[in-house]
């Protein structure tokens, strides 16, 4: 399989995220793709290349999943946040004031002048820093995305998205939980576009894709089938849960596989099982599996206890589908491990596809 992979990534390096109350360094650093990247070096699956696609073509599929006014505010917040304060140059932006939800009476139609306001309104948590070049990397990491559907719409079996910031967590209007630009999510629309008639997406990130999920929530073409550690303990705690099915045309087109923290590789698997037999009933005609790898046993914020060897067995699992299929790069904070695990994956796939 071909590997794009985003040679902006590491202008998107946040300093700090929020958590309990003080900053700390953020788990999601530029370190996690070099890592990959030089593993597919040792370990090659196939070319691997930067992703050339036309900028019309690229803000066009952005489009597809993403609403104007929020790629409008991403490409123009960091210009927007130094504008507040020149000092702001040397500080990642982070909100901290939200409008919640309609629930609390709160408008979310009304777009605040303010900067620091509108940071708010298009993020659901502290922890996602923005910062000088994030548009750049998250644009870089969506031509990924594009470019690797391409590339399965053209005939092949499977190809690698490699990107960073990571994409699952981003909703039409929203980023959060590291994630800007929901990469497996323009994937899956760019199949859709290309043919594809039913595209299932498969997450298997420790976290649930909500992004993913409420992007494709009422439609019936999409199939969004998420395995996960239980929202009742586990980011991102208010969206995840097995009683989300769809809604409207899209209802019975979600699943969410929920397992409690401390879950290890037999349940996992066997849960994996159940996904796979959702993806078939649904009859997709094409595969996205957002690829995280924070269900590594040694994950520093994930509570699964997969060992690498068990990512082999995952790759071979998700080949059996036998759907043209499209990987994502989303979590995995072990940061040493994270090129050995995602590898592992990719070679059992391709081993037995
Ligand atoms: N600062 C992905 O794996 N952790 N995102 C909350 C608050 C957020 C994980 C801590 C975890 C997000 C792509
Ligand atoms: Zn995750």
Not at 71 to 87: C, K, N, S, T, Y
Not at 185 to 207: N, S
Not at 326 to 344: D, I, K, M, Q, R
């Amino acid at each position: 399989m071909k590997t794009f992979h985003n040679p902006h990534h590491a202008a998107h390096a946040g300093q700090q995220e929020m958590f309990r109350g003080r900053m700390v360094p953020c788990h999601e650093v530029p370190a996690r793709l070099d890592f990959v990247l030089a593993e597919l070096q040792r370990r090659p699956l196939g070319a691997l290349q930067t992703p050339e696609v036309d900028d019309a073509a690229l803000d066009a599929a952005i489009g597809r999943v993403h609403s104007a006014r929020y790629v409008d505010f991403l490409r123009g917040a960091w210009a927007e946040w130094v504008a507040m304060d020149p000092a702001n140059a040397e500080r990642d932006a982070l909100p901290s004031v939200w409008p919640l939800s309609n629930r609390h009476g709160f408008r979310n139609d009304v777009l605040p002048a303010n900067f620091a306001a509108r940071l708010g309104l298009f993020s659901f948590d502290s922890g996602s820093p923005l910062t000088a070049g994030t548009w750049a990397a998250a644009r870089g990491g969506a031509a990924c995305a594009l470019a690797a559907a391409r590339d399965v719409s053209a005939g092949a079996r499977s190809a690698f998205a490699l990107s960073r910031p990571p994409g699952h967590h981003a909703g039409p209007d929203f980023l959060g939980g590291y994630c800007f630009l929901n990469n497996a999510a323009i994937a899956a629309q760019a199949l859709r576009d290309a043919g594809h008639a039913k595209v299932a997406v498969l997450d298997v990130d420790y976290h649930h894709g909500n992004g993913t999920q409420t992007i494709f929530y009422e439609r019936a073409d999409v199939l969004t089938v998420s395995i996960h550690g239980d929202p009742v303990t586990e980011y991102p705690f208010f969206l995840g849960h097995a009683d989300e099915r769809g809604a409207g045309a899209g209802e019975g087109f979600n699943v969410n596989l929920a397992l409690p923290r401390g879950t290890g590789f037999d349940t996992w698997r066997a849960t994996l099982t159940t996904a796979l037999q959702a993806v078939q009933r649904f009859g997709a005609t094409a595969l996205v599996v957002p690829m995280g790898l924070d269900t590594f046993e040694g994950d520093p914020i994930s509570g699964f206890t997969l060992k690498s060897a068990d990512y082999f067995a995952v790759g071979e699992a998700l080949a059996g589908a036998g759907l043209p299929t499209v990987f994502t790069f989303e979590g995995g904070y072990a940061v040493e491990a994270v090129g050995t695990n995602a590898v592992n994956l990719l070679e059992g796939f391709q081993r037995s596809a």
